[in-house]
């Protein structure tokens, strides 16, 4: 079965650089969601996408933004990194009844 | 708001034996409510959901958890743990009164299992 995908898996950045971490959600799943992990910390949310459009927005850094494109899959846009943006970055999406959200593998982000 | 708590940072328990890991939330409307393990440097693993129906949800891997609407609770449980169970393990919740389509994480519970 088709999973989420994301890519790049692994990414190093200097700080004040910036970076572009994309996802390719399941086939006919119209929700996108946007997670930051840090070093031992449970997934936060940052941003969720509904057909296309910003749906809701949680703990998401005026820095960062983000779209859904017109083939659903989308982009987290990352500026003016910082060290303390070195986290795991999951995916997730949903079916249109919500009734599950299956994770991309992440994208492990490591500023130095 | 919503919101999931796991009490419990580790959770030690002999192979072999039942193991249990709490989680309670917090929600306005009903809940729907899922458990995601993770392994070292890896993605969250789906392991079981409550939506609706039964109280008790079986799951991956001999997991099972059960819903108490009166307690607010969604623990996990396996009658015999196994080394290999060893991991991260995630509660995390959706409000389903509130518009909010994303699911909030519990802090996580390390579940070690002794040989």
């Known amino acids: 079965a088709a999973g989420v995908i994301q890519s790049p898996r692994h990414l190093i950045k200097e700080k004040r650089e910036t970076a572009t971490l994309k996802c390719y959600p399941i086939p006919r799943h119209d929700t996108v969601y946007w997670y930051q992990q840090g070093p031992g910390q449970d997934p936060q949310f940052l941003i969720s996408?509904?057909?296309?459009?910003?749906?809701d927005k949680g703990s998401i850094p005026d820095r960062f933004s983000a779209q859904q494109f017109s083939d659903y899959h989308s982009e987290l846009n990352m500026s003016s990194l910082e060290l303390g943006d070195s986290a795991l970055y999951f995916c997730?999406?949903?079916?249109?009844?919500?009734?599950?959200?299956?994770f991309g593998s992440g994208t492990r982000l490591t500023v130095v | 708001a919503q919101s999931v708590a796991q009490p419990e940072d580790q959770v030690n328990v002999a192979e072999g034996n039942p193991l249990t890991v709490k989680c309670t939330y917090s929600v306005s409307g009903n809940p729907y409510l899922f458990w995601y393990v993770q392994y070292p440097n890896r993605g969250l693993q789906f392991l079981l959901k409550?939506?609706?129906?039964?109280?008790l949800v079986k799951g991956s891997y001999g997991f099972e958890a059960e819903f108490n609407k009166s307690q607010t609770s969604f623990h996990l449980k396996k009658p015999s743990a196994l080394v290999s169970d060893s991991a991260l393990y995630f509660c995390?919740?959706?409000?389903?009164?509130?518009?909010?389509?994303?699911?909030?994480f519990g802090s996580g519970t390390r579940l070690q299992v002794q040989p």
């Open positions: 996408f509904y057909e296309k459009m910003q749906s």
């Open positions: 409550y939506i609706t129906g039964d109280n």
């Open positions: 995390a919740v959706r409000d389903n009164g509130t518009g909010r389509r994303a699911l909030t």
């Open positions: 997730a999406s949903s079916p249109p009844d919500r009734s599950g959200y299956t």
